[in-house]
């Protein structure tokens, strides 16, 4: 069976998820758009009007947004109990004069509940010591005073000066000279 076969079988199903597939493509972004459409419909751009009438999901959509906000205007919020803010502000002083059950808790409640004016010289002096020990970091991880580079020296010269400074080596050689010395000087005789 080839495929222009199976596809002209399943033709009506076939048609409705490439309709379906274009309606879905056609969709994206729409969420904003009816949004727009809801509050302000005549700053919608025509486009977006015609696409909400010829797609059946964006449109049932659009009604169930009306739905909502027609059941939101309709709803009164209940009134507070007129006691409501006096109970409230003799909690919060409650609260705010009870003893706080350990030293985590009073360090809280007292940034919480106490003046702030102690807050700035203590955020001030964080600040200060951040900033040097963040700086003199820096400084010592990028090394800005590179020690100057020696001259090169000739390796006959590092030489000699590796054995001036060697009082051991000198010593043993000065002995095995002296040692050849007096070997020529018994031959030559």
Known sequence: MSLMNCKSRVSPVWNEV???ERTKNNCDGMDAKLENLLLD???ASAKDQAHV???ERCSRELDELRTTMALMDSWDAPEPSPYFLTRLEARQRE???AEPAGWLAKLRAAFVYGSRAHVRPLAA???TVLLLVGGGTYLGVTNWEQP???PEQAAVVH???TMDSNAQLLDQLEALSSNDNNDNGDNGN
């Open 18 to 20: 490439v309709a379906m």
């Open 41 to 43: 419909p005549a700053a």
């Open 53 to 55: 009438e010829g797609c």
């Open 95 to 97: 609260e705010r004069e």
């Open 125 to 127: 002096m964080a600040m």
């Open 148 to 150: 100057a580079a020696a």
């Open 159 to 161: 030489d000699l000066q």
